[in-house]
């Protein structure tokens, strides 16, 4: 007899779930858009006590014009395009690399968990959202500022 130990529901494992679910979609359709039509920017899922903290790998991304963090009908949207060229000249040869597409990131959220508990900081290239106190209510939907710098820590 196999013995199956389960734990009470925790809304952090919901939220990984998710996530991996986003990424066997996402990996059999989308890593390879289209003429380069698109990306989906890398992103780490870790619990820091109560609240979650998703980092995402946008390097080259205008953040106060090209990227959105929202909170809508349970779910932390990320979603925004790339646009940039570098062109440098190597040996008598002119290198350049043009990027652009649009991502959207999706996340489930626990029931109750609202905008006025997300906060997202900008530094670096990666983009950090924090969801503070999961288990707390929430208030309606809303759009996230996008603070630019290292984030404060706790």
């Known amino acids: 007899m196999t013995l ?18 986003d990424l066997d979609f996402f990996g059999r359709r989308f890593f390879a858009a289209p003429n380069g039509a698109g990306f989906v920017p890398a992103a780490d899922v870790e619990r820091d006590g109560s609240d979650v ?46 990027r652009r597409g649009s991502f959207r990131r999706e996340f489930d959220l626990p029931e109750g968990v609202g905008a006025d508990q997300v906060e997202a900081d900008y530094d670096r290239g990666v983009l950090r959202v924090r969801v503070r ?22």
């Not at 494992?13 to 679910?21: A, E, H, I, K, M």
């Not at 090209?66 to 570098?86: F, H, K, P, T």
């Not at 106190?133 to 706790?154: F, L, M, Q, T, V």
Request: glycine content about 6%.
């Open 4 to 21: 199956v130990r389960r734990s009470t529901w925790d809304p952090f494992n919901s939220l990984v779930r998710q996530f991996d679910r």
């Open 53 to 98: 903290v998703i980092k995402l790998d946008l390097p080259g991304v205008d953040i106060a014009e090209d990227v959105n963090v929202e909170v809508a009908d349970g779910r932390l949207v990320i979603s925004g395009q790339r646009n940039s060229d570098e062109t440098r000249e190597v040996d008598n040869a002119v290198l350049r690399e043009v």
């Open 133 to 154: 106190d999961i288990n707390k209510p929430a208030a309606g939907p809303a759009k996230i500022e996008i603070r630019s710098g290292a984030p404060e820590e706790n």
